[in-house]
């Protein structure tokens, strides 16, 4: 299973762009908010987490192999999610996926039927399964939000996802743990592991502690 690419970006299309690997040129799906950020680094070398299914009817013998990418892993792990839910499944996923990944966690957070069924191929009552089944699974997602600030830290992902999972099996609640997280990442300092973002996490504490009269 390929789960990773790194070439030179030849071409992108309305749902597709096209890696130059080597020897080999490959075709790549990509949803509208990953297409958004591509189609300015044209000819520059890319990194892809991608998402290997086969395509077709397996009664009619005949099944075409298809890559999905994603600009980083977290977004993999929310779309293999949200393909998950009764009525969705990976062309429907990719289709609804034209907003960037935090702000449909956020949707499916905040319970907000409403913004998800207004996304492609989504309608009410699938809006309230996908509400229904990923409620307490996305918060980590909605974090996302702190990378893509221009005032927050160096941060991978997994440190963020892993802090958050930290101050959760700590006794702070989802609302509780996602404002320490972001309180700390506005710093912009570099945080390289999980134990330091929760020294940072914490040294904020003590010192909205110490300001407090």
Same mark, same amino acid.
């Given at each position: 299973m ?10 992108v299309?309305e ?6 690997v ?8 990509i949803p509208?908010?990953a ?10 070398e890319i990194?892809?987490h991608?998402v ?5 009817n397996?009664?009619q013998g ?6 999905i990418?994603?600009?980083n ?15 969705v ?5 990719l289709?609804a996926?034209?907003?960037p *990944?935090?702000?449909v966690?956020t949707a499916?957070? @905040? #319970?907000d039927?409403k /913004?998800? &069924?207004?996304? $492609? ?7 309230e399964?996908?509400?229904a ?8 997602f909605?974090?996302l939000?702190?990378?893509d600030d ?21 006794g702070h ?9 972001d309180?700390a990442?506005e710093?912009k300092q570099n945080?390289?592991? *999980? ?7 914490? @040294? #904020?504490?003590?010192? /909205?502690? &110490?300001?407090? $009269?």
């Open positions: 390929i789960t990773k690419i790194k070439g030179q970006l030849l071409s299309g749902d597709s762009l096209t890696l130059d080597g020897a080999y040129e490959y075709q790549i799906a509208e908010f297409r958004r950020q591509l189609q300015s680094k044209l000819d520059a990194s892809l991608t290997h299914y086969l395509e077709g397996p009664m005949k099944l075409t192999p298809r890559l990418g994603f600009l892993e977290a977004e993999r792990e929310f779309f293999d999610l949200f393909c998950s839910v009764d009525g499944g990976v062309k429907k996923a289709r996926m034209v907003r *990944v935090r702000e966690a499916i957070e @905040e #319970q039927v /913004s998800l &069924s207004g996304l $492609p191929g989504i309608g009410p009552a699938t809006a399964r996908i509400v089944k990923l409620r307490r699974k996305v918060p980590k909605a974090l939000a702190a990378l221009s005032r927050t830290a160096a941060i991978e992902p997994d440190v963020m996802s892993e802090g958050f999972s930290v101050l959760l099996s700590l609640s989802e609302k509780e743990a996602r404002r320490l997280v309180a990442l710093k945080f390289k592991d *999980v134990q330091s973002l929760l020294q940072a996490v914490y @040294e #904020q504490g003590r010192g /909205s502690d &110490s300001a407090t $009269p």
